[in-house]
């Protein structure tokens, strides 16, 4: 009796491990030119939620960008400024900047934010695993969208 309570809990573990190896891949997504025509969701994002996405310390993004945040402190200067960007790029240009910059340019500092392999000078927690979430990246998308000044 408690070997098969010991086998079934073995069991157990084991599809759960398996389930949340699936939550922390990445959602199927097509190249097409220079973007990511169709949402990591399936949706659009929520563009309130991206904003303050935008403006959290840990994405990391205004560390480097600055842009029309007139009540954030120490915006960064590394790369361009987000005032506009809607307006310069499409929502799938966009898209596959966030998934993975170095599409553009090799050479970038920009992380690739929706990869999990192929990674360097990467945070142990995040070995292995995309930095941001699908749903992440359409929030953040749908908030740049809005930036057309």
């Avoid at 690739?112 to 070995?127: E, L, T």
């Avoid at 979430?133 to 057309?148: G, K, P, Q, W």
Wanted: glycine residues 8%.
């Amino acid at each position: 009796m408690a070997r098969s309570t010991v086998t079934i809990a073995v069991l157990i573990a084991s599809v759960v491990q398996v389930a949340n190896a699936r939550a922390e891949g990445l959602a199927p997504y097509e190249i097409t030119g220079d973007g990511i025509t169709t949402p990591l969701t399936g949706a659009p994002g929520d563009a309130t939620r991206g904003r303050a996405l935008v403006l959290a310390r840990t994405t990391t993004c205004i560390l480097c960008h600055s842009g029309p945040f007139p009540e954030t402190r120490f915006q960064g200067d590394l790369a361009p400024d987000l005032a506009g960007v809607g307006n310069r790029w499409t929502v799938s240009q966009l898209r596959l900047r966030l998934v993975d910059a170095s599409r553009f340019n090799p050479d970038t500092i920009m992380p690739s934010y929706y990869r999990n392999d192929g990674m360097v000078r990467v945070a142990r927690n995040f070995v292995g695993k995309p930095i941001l979430s699908a749903t992440d990246i359409e929030d953040i998308v749908a908030y740049l969208a809005t930036l057309r000044n």
